[in-house]
């Protein structure tokens, strides 16, 4: 059973560089989630996909942020001109059709130089 | 908008039971959530309940929900040193995001 798989881990930038990640949920699973965690802080919830469909995006979502599920499996999340502000832990989840049970992947940990 | 609080260290001495306390803002929250995470770890669902229930039972945790007072609570009985994690509580109305606890971290103690 494969769970949530995030890729790359660690990813290092300087500031200005774009950034893109990826998050292949578990194979059934319809719900996509990107959250964002800092250190010491809870998740962060950024966006949710039902499907392909962009359902819902947090005002925390800038213009430099986006995300896309193109055929409903695998999604990405692009960051454009990082900032210093950008560093932080972004968490992928999916879930079934079952409210109340979403299963999260190990994180992408971006730092911003 | 939604809010969930709890504190952030509990210690406790291996054997005893441990409790972790949250409360929450939005009333139209409808699943509440126990969440773990171990240093370097992603965050594990250890259980969830929905807001029409008092109680939960899974081997050792026990999560109460206190639906007028918004209080939810986690208690771990017969705690040992791997329960030492980051315990955050989250709710959601459903489908729709969750929104986290900023976290509270269990020490036990050998």
């Known amino acids: ?113 | 908008g939604e809010d969930v609080e709890q504190s952030l260290f509990l210690s406790v001495r291996e054997g005893d039971s441990s409790v972790i306390n949250c409360t929450y803002t939005d009333s139209s929250s409808t699943y509440l959530y126990w969440y773990k995470q171990e240093p370097g770890a992603g965050l594990q669902l250890l259980t969830y309940i929905f807001s029409n229930m008092d109680m939960k039972q899974d081997q050792r945790l026990t999560v109460l929900l206190n639906k007028k007072d918004k209080h939810l609570s986690l208690r771990i009985a017969d705690t040992q040193t791997g329960d030492s994690a980051i315990y955050f509580c989250a709710e959601s109305a459903g489908y729709q995001k969750v929104t986290f606890g900023i976290g509270t971290k269990l020490q036990v103690i050998p």
């Open chain 1, 1 to 113: 059973d494969t769970g949530v798989s995030q890729d790359p881990r660690h990813k290092i930038t300087k500031r200005g560089q774009n950034v893109t990640f990826r998050c292949d949920p578990i194979s059934e699973h319809n719900r996509l989630y990107w959250y964002r965690q800092t250190l010491g802080q809870g998740p962060e919830f950024l966006t949710y996909f039902q499907n392909e469909a962009q359902l819902e995006k947090s005002r925390l979502l800038s213009d430099r942020f986006s995300a896309e599920r193109p055929k409903g499996s695998f999604s990405t999340l692009e960051i454009q001109r990082t900032e210093q502000g950008d560093s932080a832990m972004y968490l992928c989840a999916s879930s079934t059709g079952t409210p109340g049970e979403q299963y999260f992947g190990p994180g992408t940990r971006l730092t911003v130089t």
